[in-house]
């Protein structure tokens, strides 16, 4: 996960925006994903965005891509309780072997305050 | 199913035994993925199957592991002799042949 760059914590009030960034290497990765792990759940994927596009909307959620300085965001619009979670960033490669690996973050762990 | 499946949920066993974890894919997915993922990190690359077939296996820590898919669907990832070192979490993740990877719970390993 060195490869991908995020704070590891960050702290909102709700209903706040929260703002998660990222910054990852390769400039060659299609998509850029933003993966959502909650305690004992699995790794949820929330949204991702194609490397060509800038800016994707998807209900509360923004994502921002600037290609040329490879940095990646995720906002969350009206951040609830139900939003604490640990956020992973991730660019996907694909290898000589021909498989698309994922390499991921160290993840944010978001706290929102009620 | 309607989605990625994997058993156990947690395993504990003692160090030198092997182990066997399960992975159930996403139904007709044709791309099936193994990451590890130690506490306070990112998941990192294991092994990937295209169908029956281990097209990489470069993610693979060394020799004791080992992953398998022999009908193309269920994947089992074995780890004999565990160490210590071996404790993490082990996801499997499915693709249905775009780039976009679904997880599983993941298994929780713990080697004493």
């Known amino acids: 996960g060195e490869d991908v760059e995020q704070s590891l914590f960050l702290s909102v009030r709700e209903g706040d925006s929260s703002v998660i960034n990222c910054t990852y290497t390769d400039s060659s990765s299609t998509y850029l994903y933003w993966y959502k792990q909650e305690p004992g759940a699995g790794l949820q994927l929330l949204t991702y965005?194609?490397?060509?596009?800038d800016m994707k909307q998807d209900q509360r959620l923004t994502v921002l891509l600037n290609k040329k300085d490879k940095h990646l965001s995720l906002r969350i619009a009206d951040t609830q309780t139900g939003d604490s979670a640990i956020y992973f960033c991730a660019e996907i490669l694909r290898s000589g072997a021909g498989s698309y690996q994922l390499t991921f973050g160290k993840g944010t762990k978001l706290s929102v305050i009620p | 199913g309607a989605g990625v499946s994997q058993s156990p949920r947690y395993k504990v066993t003692k160090r030198g035994q092997d182990v066997a974890l399960r992975c159930d894919p996403i139904s007709g997915h044709v791309s099936l993925y193994w990451y590890r993922q130690a506490l306070g990190q990112g998941p990192e690359f294991l092994t990937y199957?295209?169908?029956?077939?281990?097209?990489?296996k470069s993610g693979l820590p060394n020799d004791r592991f080992s992953a398998e898919r022999p009908e193309g669907s269920i994947s089992t990832l074995t780890i004999q002799r565990t160490e210590q070192r071996d404790s993490a979490m082990y996801r499997c993740?499915?693709?249905?042949?775009?780039?976009?990877?679904?997880f599983g719970p993941g298994t929780r390993l713990t080697v004493l």
């Open positions: 993740a499915s693709s249905g042949g775009t780039d976009t990877q679904y």
């Open positions: 199957f295209n169908y029956e077939a281990q097209q990489d």
């Open positions: 965005i194609f490397s060509n596009m």
